[in-house]
């Protein structure tokens, strides 16, 4: 059995319409027609259209084929991934080691420009947040979930069995709006 080498070659020739009067020349570069690509790969020929008419940009579609193939460029494009993927995981887990109470002081430093009065309201929400989560022993953002919160929401009522659990209505109503 013959062993056939691992040759690749991508070429950019014209395909010239009947009318062009370079029409024997598949290299001539500077008419508008047809561009296309010739790829030679594992001993077979195939032909590519390059969805141009022009030279420069079927050369982009030609270098782009290469590196499809090119065992470095394909090395490094995996490489690359797993950095990318090595980042996203280390910036998720360190969005994950959030604490809870330096959460609640940026969102608090970022309602300055509020009323005093509006401000009031605010560090009152921070302290019952920071009571409710001390108590269940949340220290991290992450530890806030859906249904922590749900469980915790159900306890409040006006004559709510903790001091910090009894809220009015309207209370309630804002304390929510800000959670």
């Known amino acids: 059995m013959e062993n056939v080498q691992e040759t690749f070659t991508v070429s950019v020739f014209t395909r010239h319409s009947a009318e062009c009067t370079k029409h024997d020349n598949p290299q001539w570069r500077r008419c508008r027609c047809r561009k296309?690509?010739?790829?030679?790969?594992?001993?077979?020929?195939?032909?590519?259209?390059?969805?141009t008419r022009s030279w420069e940009?079927?050369?982009?579609?030609?270098?782009?084929?290469?590196?499809a193939h090119d065992p470095v460029k394909l090395r490094e494009q995996e490489l690359q991934e797993r950095v990318r993927e090595a980042e996203a995981q280390a910036a998720a887990s360190k969005?994950?080691?959030i604490n809870?109470?330096?959460?609640?002081?940026?969102?608090?430093?970022?309602?300055?420009?509020?009323?005093s009065g509006t401000m009031g309201a605010y560090r009152s929400t921070t302290r019952k947040i920071q009571a409710w989560?001390?108590?269940q022993g949340i220290v991290y953002l992450?530890?806030?979930?859906?249904?922590?919160l749900?469980?915790?929401?159900?306890?409040?009522?006006?004559?709510?069995?903790?001091?910090?659990?009894?809220?009015?209505l309207i209370s309630q109503s804002h304390v929510l709006s800000r959670l």
Do not use: F, H, M
Request: proline share 3%; aromatic share 8%.
């Open 36 to 51: 296309s690509l010739y790829i030679y790969s594992k001993g077979k020929v195939t032909y590519k259209s390059a969805k």
């Open 57 to 67: 940009q079927a050369e982009q579609v030609a270098q782009a084929e290469r590196d």
């Open 95 to 97: 969005e994950s080691r």
């Open 100 to 115: 809870l109470s330096e959460a609640l002081d940026r969102w608090l430093a970022s309602k300055k420009q509020a009323a």
């Open 133 to 135: 989560a001390d108590a």
């Open 142 to 148: 992450k530890d806030v979930t859906p249904d922590t």
């Open 150 to 168: 749900d469980k915790w929401r159900g306890e409040w009522s006006p004559d709510a069995d903790l001091k910090r659990n009894r809220l009015s």
